[in-house]
């Protein structure tokens, strides 16, 4: 929720209820300012409340004697059960906003499905109106039959002010068993992120089965807890690298895409990506449509490896020598011209099939290192990692899938979309 809304929440309930309860200071200098139940009714529609939100709790303490106050909304389901918390902490020094998410999913295992619940914690903190400092801490606890004590998932991303141009990061993954946490296995990665989004790892340490030595080769470690905005101006940066072009010459975009999950627009250099992907989509996106501007730098070399040869020299790299000759014809618009036949002649292009080759190799390499966190940390959300699904048992996987063959129903599944726009 934005501060805007908070403060046209606070006017719509000063106009609409006498229902405030407000008690005066106390010795202290604290006091109860304001405690409400706000049922959510049609004239709120433009307030924007977590899915299945029934009603809405706000709380204001004052302390100082007015000098520092907390403000607290919770969001409740029909239940009462609170499905998001806003904390406001106000001094005359600095703001702290921290946002609470409760969930709970099921994870699914050979004995028994196990009621999982999720707690995610998001905290910023600002002085004198500059962030100094922002945190995201995740947590899980196990309440499943088949286990003795709860097993906990704590993960934790610090954020720390900017110097030298870049922000330096601390990430933390722990998981215990209540009452044993000196046992507690941990996975730590520190870093630094720069102003434009990329991400360098500075150490690493942990007592993980797999060697730490494998998480340092993750190329998205220190990113996979981030909102999608942040995951994808940081992985951009290593996926450029791995395309061999130069991330500052382009146009990023995230949008929302009807029909496809992004594009590369040549003319105006613009690489626009779908919000609404998976981050390991992201990953296989981003490199699917970079590969698009590898091809059509291969133009340039292509056309000089031409009249090397005719005087004798080098024609260097065969393969990318005709992608970029099938770039520059056109541009791509004979695909675009298919009308009814564009999905046969799409994917047997030549440029189709090596840009979904790198998105498919990139996709892999993301998934590999999301797997072995999972294997370490088995009881956490997926989101920790940068998953979006659940691990569903195969056998569950396999039945579902089937039965839906039968009933005939079909399963799809997205797949990235190159459109050349000129």
Same mark, same amino acid.
């Given at each position: 929720?934005?501060? %805007?809304?908070?403060?046209?929440?606070?006017?719509?309930?000063?106009? !609409?209820?006498?229902?405030?309860?407000? !008690?005066?200071?106390?010795?202290? %200098?604290?006091?109860?300012?304001?405690?409400?139940?706000?049922?959510?009714?049609?004239?709120?529609?433009?307030?924007?409340?977590?899915?299945?939100?029934?009603?809405?709790?706000?709380?204001?303490?004052?302390?100082?004697?007015?000098?520092?106050?907390? !403000?607290?909304?919770?969001?409740?389901?029909?239940?009462?059960?609170?499905?998001?918390?806003?904390?406001?902490?106000?001094?005359?020094?600095?703001?702290?906003?921290?946002?609470?998410?409760?969930? /709970? +999913?099921?994870?699914?295992?050979?004995?028994?499905?196990?009621?999982?619940?999720?707690?995610?914690?998001?905290? $910023?903190?600002?002085?004198? &109106?500059?962030?100094? $400092?922002?945190?995201?801490?995740?947590?899980?606890?196990?309440?499943? *039959?088949?286990?003795?004590?709860?097993?906990?998932?704590?993960?934790?991303? @610090?954020?720390?002010?900017?110097?030298?141009?870049?922000?330096?990061?601390?990430?933390?993954?722990?998981?215990?068993?209540?009452?044993?946490?000196?046992?507690?296995?941990?996975?730590?990665?520190?870093? @630094?992120?720069?102003?434009?989004?990329?991400?360098?790892?500075?150490?690493?340490?942990?007592?993980?089965?797999?060697?730490?030595?494998?998480?340092?080769?993750?190329?998205?470690?220190?990113?996979?807890?981030?909102?999608?905005?942040?995951?994808?101006?940081?992985?951009?940066?290593? =996926?450029?690298?791995?395309?061999?072009? /130069?991330?500052?010459?382009?146009?990023?975009?995230?949008?929302?895409?009807?029909?496809?999950?992004?594009?590369? #627009?040549?003319?105006?250099?613009?690489?626009?990506?779908?919000?609404?992907?998976?981050? #390991?989509?992201?990953?296989?996106?981003?490199?699917?449509?970079?590969?698009?501007?590898?091809?059509?730098?291969?133009?340039?070399?292509?056309?000089?490896?031409?009249?090397?040869?005719?005087?004798?020299?080098? $024609?260097? !790299?065969?393969?990318?020598?005709?992608?970029?000759?099938?770039?520059?014809?056109?541009?791509?618009? $004979?695909? =675009?011209?298919?009308?009814?036949?564009?999905?046969?002649?799409?994917?047997?292009?030549?440029?189709?099939? +090596?840009?979904?080759?790198?998105?498919?190799?990139?996709?892999?390499?993301?998934?590999?290192?999301?797997?072995?966190?999972?294997?370490?940390?088995?009881?956490?959300?997926?989101?920790?990692?940068?998953?979006?699904?659940?691990?569903?048992?195969?056998?569950?996987?396999? /039945?579902?899938?089937?039965?839906?063959?039968?009933? &005939?129903?079909?399963?799809?599944?997205?797949? *990235? =979309?190159?459109?050349?726009?000129?």
């Amino acid at each position: 929720m934005k501060i %805007g809304q908070i403060k046209r929440l606070a006017q719509f309930v000063a106009h !609409n209820t006498n229902k405030v309860i407000s !008690n005066g200071f106390n010795k202290a %200098g604290n006091r109860l300012a304001a405690k409400i139940n706000l049922p959510v009714t049609s004239k709120m529609q433009w307030l924007e409340c977590p899915d299945g939100t029934i009603s809405i709790d706000l709380v204001k303490v004052e302390r100082n004697f007015g000098k520092s106050s907390s !403000n607290i909304i919770s969001f409740k389901d029909k239940d009462g059960k609170v499905i998001q918390r806003i904390r406001t902490d106000k001094t005359p020094e600095m703001t702290v906003e921290t946002r609470s998410n409760y969930f /709970s +999913d099921t994870h699914y295992s050979d004995k028994s499905n196990t009621r999982l619940g999720f707690t995610d914690i998001i905290r $910023s903190k600002k002085v004198n &109106g500059e962030l100094q $400092s922002r945190s995201r801490d995740m947590i899980t606890v196990s309440t499943s *039959p088949d286990e003795v004590t709860p097993v906990i998932t704590h993960s934790k991303l @610090l954020t720390r002010e900017h110097y030298f141009g870049a922000r330096s990061e601390t990430q933390t993954i722990k998981s215990w068993i209540k009452g044993h946490k000196a046992e507690a296995k941990y996975l730590e990665t520190t870093g @630094l992120r720069r102003n434009d989004g990329r991400v360098q790892l500075t150490g690493i340490k942990g007592n993980t089965d797999t060697p730490v030595d494998f998480f340092a080769k993750d190329p998205y470690i220190m990113t996979r807890m981030y909102p999608k905005k942040d995951f994808i101006k940081s992985v951009r940066h290593y =996926l450029a690298d791995m395309n061999e072009v /130069s991330v500052n010459s382009l146009n990023f975009k995230l949008k929302k895409l009807k029909n496809w999950a992004g594009y590369y #627009q040549p003319a105006t250099n613009t690489v626009c990506i779908d919000m609404a992907n998976t981050k #390991q989509d992201l990953v296989n996106t981003v490199g699917h449509e970079l590969r698009h501007k590898r091809q059509d730098n291969m133009t340039k070399t292509a056309i000089v490896n031409f009249f090397r040869r005719i005087f004798g020299g080098s $024609s260097g !790299n065969t393969n990318e020598n005709l992608l970029g000759f099938h770039f520059l014809k056109g541009n791509g618009l $004979s695909i =675009l011209s298919l009308n009814g036949r564009i999905k046969k002649f799409y994917y047997a292009s030549p440029l189709e099939k +090596d840009a979904f080759k790198a998105g498919n190799r990139f996709e892999m390499q993301y998934r590999r290192f999301t797997d072995a966190l999972h294997r370490e940390f088995p009881f956490a959300k997926p989101q920790h990692f940068g998953g979006e699904t659940l691990d569903i048992n195969p056998a569950h996987l396999s /039945s579902y899938i089937q039965k839906a063959m039968d009933e &005939g129903r079909v399963v799809q599944a997205k797949v *990235p =979309l190159f459109i050349n726009k000129l």
